[in-house]
């Protein structure tokens, strides 16, 4: 496992965040957001329609690779049918292995 020293973080221009449900990602996204003026993406915004209801997968995957593909962010969601690509174009991962 890498671990970076966070110290030098304002080299990074695309920020994947991960972890397991209430670990913390949207409070750490939203101060990254801030200290590095990134924009920031939370991945739920994409996946859910309202009422809970879950947009087409597809739909969701085409969204989730344009984003991606875009030069700065901070994308937080774990949704692991995506992140091997969102690892392959992330400058830094970011992953809370904190208990609840």
């Known amino acids: 496992m890498a671990v970076h020293d966070l ?10 965040i991960v972890d397991c449900a209430g670990s913390g990602k949207i409070t750490l996204a939203l101060k990254l957001k801030k200290e590095l003026n990134l924009p920031l993406y939370h991945l739920d915004e994409y996946y859910w329609l309202p009422g809970w ?16 593909d875009t030069d700065t962010w901070i994308i937080e969601g774990s949704y692991v049918r995506t992140f091997f690509y969102r690892a392959l174009k992330a400058d830094l991962i970011i992953y809370l292995d904190v208990p609840r």
């Open 7 to 16: 110290r030098n973080i304002n080299h990074y221009k695309r920020i994947a």
């Open 53 to 68: 209801q879950r947009v087409d997968f597809d739909l969701f995957s085409e969204a989730h690779d344009k984003l991606c």
